[in-house]
């Protein structure tokens, strides 16, 4: 069974740039979030998404979105992107739509902003 | 606004030492607390999910405790072993459903 998957491994874009993660959930789950790690930082959540809506949302700004598809997987967009947007970007999955699951990571993105 | 803190944020032990890592969370309502190791650059691997209505959780020399009352978790690393060294990083889940970390605490266990 495969667990939580990412693509790309590693990212370098440029100041103004857009750019777009991808995740595919762990089998069996239907619910799908974002999160980002600074160097040195524990994770902050930027959304969640459940049943194909965005759920609830982090201190983000617009330019970050997202969107689930039918298969449960899911896509982060960020638009203009800035220096401090540089990163780990982190996707998680849970079943059940609640809060009181386990939640799974995958491996991560690395996002760099040059 | 739940705000969760980890001491210490780095720690530093010769293998076989017992140690004790902590979790404060600032809001007692809580789903559950999950503890998670990450390797440098890596994601995140959960060791244990403890639920509200729980007061420990145990895998293999691993023991985590909630205490909602006091907003503390500890998690118990037993007989520590050099590849035990990584950041281990606690998040709680409140009504948001929403993970909430801690800035982690930094293990390495020397041989």
């Known amino acids: 069974d495969a667990g939580v998957t990412q693509s790309p491994t590693h990212l370098i874009k440029t100041r103004g740039q857009q750019v777009t993660l991808r995740c595919s959930p762990k089998s069996g789950h239907d619910t799908v979030s974002w999160y980002q790690q600074a160097l040195g930082q524990g994770p902050q959540f930027i959304f969640q998404?459940?049943?194909?809506?965005?759920?609830q949302r982090g201190n983000f700004p617009d330019r970050f979105s997202g969107h689930q598809f039918p298969n449960y997987s899911s896509e982060l967009n960020v638009n203009a992107l800035l220096l401090g947007d540089s990163a780990l970007y982190l996707c998680?999955?849970?079943?059940?739509?609640?809060?009181?699951?386990?939640?799974?990571f995958g491996p991560g993105t690395r996002l760099t902003v040059t | 606004k739940q705000e969760v803190t980890q001491i210490p944020a780095a720690l530093s032990v010769p293998e076989g030492e017992n140690l004790v890592l902590n979790c404060s969370f600032t809001d007692s309502a809580i789903y559950n607390l999950q503890w998670f190791r990450q390797d440098p650059g890596k994601g995140l691997t959960s060791l244990l999910l403890i639920q509200s209505s729980q007061r420990e959780q145990t895998s293999g020399r691993l023991n985590a405790s909630l205490d909602k009352s006091s907003g503390r978790s500890t998690l118990y690393i037993a007989a520590s072993q050099p590849g035990d060294s990584a950041t281990y990083l606690c998040a709680v889940v409140n009504s948001s459903y929403k993970l909430i970390f801690g800035s982690g605490t930094r293990l390495l266990v020397r041989p």
């Open positions: 998680a999955s849970n079943p059940g739509g609640q809060g009181g699951y386990e939640q799974y």
């Open positions: 998404y459940y049943e194909e809506e965005e759920r």
